[in-house]
């Protein structure tokens, strides 16, 4: 077998299998602690909604998850340039702390989690549930959570979805219109 010359070896190659995982680790420290405190916080914040957005998902049951994700909204006035702002950034948070969790938090707990997170800020807004025939994978679920017509997340995967229930669900024209009596 050919030995390998050290210019034909790559960077790769020389680091020792054993410590690819511990310079993997570093490399997110050092990543973590290069960003903005506001941005740390908020990926902290994300990491723990995703946290028990999955608990939640795993352990307790659909109607329970649905109470949850129907959770009041914040009293707070969001003017709509600080919201476009706040919706970046919360997306940004989500889908970072998803990636960094060790297990795959799908669109269920991301969606779930920016729900918490939007309605805690004082903005309202709602996750949708829907389902679509795939070709390979049959029957497929998809949540995605919107403030009013924006997609926050989930929404680029949501084309071709039926929707088939919203969190919390809108109300309808005679609730609206029609006063108690």
């Known amino acids: 077998m050919p030995q390998q010359g050290w210019k034909t070896m790559s960077a790769r190659d020389a680091v020792p299998p054993g410590l690819r995982g511990l310079k993997r680790f570093v490399l997110r420290v050092q990543r973590f602690v290069a960003i903005p405190a506001d941005d740390k916080f908020l990926l902290?914040?994300?990491l723990i909604a995703l946290t028990?957005?999955?608990f939640a998902i795993a352990?307790?049951?659909f109607r329970i998850v649905v109470r949850l994700a129907q959770g009041p909204v914040a009293n707070v006035s969001v003017p709509e340039q600080a919201r476009l702002i706040l919706r970046r950034?919360?997306?940004?948070?989500?889908?970072?702390?998803a990636r960094y969790l060790p297990?795959?938090?799908?669109?269920?707990?991301?969606?779930?989690?920016?729900q918490w997170m939007l309605r805690g800020r004082g903005i309202h807004s709602v996750l949708h549930y829907g389902a679509a025939q795939h070709a390979q994978r049959g029957l497929i679920a998809h949540?995605?959570?919107?403030?009013?017509e924006v997609a926050v997340?989930?929404?680029?995967?949501a084309s071709g979805v039926a929707l088939l229930a919203k969190?919390?669900?809108a109300k309808s024209s005679i609730e609206m219109d029609t006063p108690i009596k």
Do not use: K, N, T
């Open 59 to 61: 352990v307790l049951p």
């Open 89 to 97: 950034r919360l997306r940004w948070a989500i889908l970072v702390g």
């Open 153 to 157: 997340i989930g929404g680029e995967a």
């Open 103 to 114: 297990w795959r938090a799908m669109c269920f707990p991301q969606g779930l989690a920016a």
């Open 143 to 148: 949540v995605w959570v919107c403030d009013g």
């Open 52 to 54: 028990a957005a999955s």
């Open 167 to 169: 969190f919390p669900p």
């Open 44 to 46: 902290c914040e994300a």
